[in-house]
C-alpha cells in the first residue's frame, strides 16, 4: 500500500488568503485525488489529478478557487484560494494503486477566520 | 447521490463479529462494492472491495448476495479500536469514489 503524507497538518488563516497543501507519495501513481470533508460531515471529492493533463474538477468545484498541479508521479499540491470561513475542512489527498484501492493521507485541516 | 443505504450507527461488543449491511439496489454490472472506514481524524482506510463473489482479507470478510443488491461486511472479532464510520461505496473503479453518510460502528467493552 502506498504511504501518503500531506502539509501542513494544520493551519489557521485568515479570509481573503490563500493556502496550498502539498500531498507527497512514497511511490509513483498515476492517479491523485483531492477530496474535501467538511466539519461533521462525509468526502466529497474536489478535483482527479494525472500527471501531465488538466485536472478534473468536479460539479461545484472550479478551477480558479482551487486550482492544482501535478508536477510529477509522487507529488500534487492543492491551493484553497480567496479562503472564506465556509472553506474551513479536513483536506484530503488519495492516490489509486494497481489493486483499484485507493489510499488516503491524513488530512490537512484548515480553519478560516 | 449516493446508490448505497447503510443504517446510521450501530454498536458492537468487544471480540464478536460486527456485521454492517448494506443496500445497492441499483448497482450496475461493472459495479465493484468497496467498504472504506474513517477512524476519528484519521484519513479513510481502505478495507475490502468486490464485484460477485466473496472476499476475505486479513481486516474483514464481504459478502455480496447472489442478486448483488446488498452486501455484508463482516469484522470477525472486533476490538475497540475497529470503532470508526464505515462507508459502502459503489464504484467501476477505485478512481470514482462517492462516500455517502456510512455507519457509525462503536464497539462496546
Known amino acids: 500500500s502506498a504511504v501518503i503524507s500531506q502539509k501542513p497538518s494544520r493551519d489557521i488563516c485568515q479570509r481573503g488568503t490563500s493556502l496550498t497543501i502539498q500531498c507527497q507519495v512514497d511511490?509513483?501513481?498515476?492517479?491523485m485525488f483531492w477530496y474535501r470533508q467538511q466539519p461533521g460531515q462525509s468526502l466529497t471529492l474536489i478535483a482527479t489529478a494525472n500527471q501531465g493533463s488538466e485536472a478534473t474538477y468536479e460539479s461545484g468545484f472550479v478551477i480558479d478557487k482551487f486550482p492544482i498541479s501535478r508536477p510529477n508521479l509522487t507529488f500534487s499540491t492543492l491551493t484553497v484560494s480567496n479562503m472564506s470561513p465556509e472553506d474551513s475542512s479536513i483536506y484530503l489527498c488519495?492516490?489509486?494503486?494497481?489493486?483499484?484501492?485507493?489510499?488516503f493521507g491524513p488530512g490537512t485541516r484548515l480553519t478560516v477566520t | 447521490d449516493a446508490k448505497t443505504t447503510q443504517p446510521t450507527s450501530m454498536d458492537c461488543a468487544e471480540g464478536r463479529a460486527a456485521n454492517l449491511p448494506c443496500n445497492h439496489s441499483t448497482i450496475s454490472g461493472n459495479e465493484y462494492v468497496y467498504w472504506y472506514r474513517q477512524i476519528h481524524s484519521q484519513g479513510p482506510q481502505y478495507i475490502i472491495h468486490g464485484l460477485k463473489n466473496n472476499e476475505t482479507n486479513e481486516m474483514a470478510s464481504l459478502i455480496i448476495t447472489e442478486d448483488r443488491k446488498s452486501s455484508t461486511l463482516i469484522l470477525p472479532h472486533a476490538t475497540l479500536r475497529d470503532t470508526a464510520v464505515y462507508y459502502c461505496?459503489?464504484?467501476?473503479?477505485?478512481?470514482?469514489?462517492?462516500f455517502g453518510t456510512g455507519t457509525r460502528l462503536t464497539v462496546i467493552p
Open positions: 488519495s492516490v489509486e494503486d494497481t489493486s483499484y484501492e485507493q489510499y
Open positions: 461505496i459503489l464504484s467501476a473503479g477505485a478512481n470514482n469514489l462517492f
Open positions: 511511490s509513483q501513481v498515476t492517479m
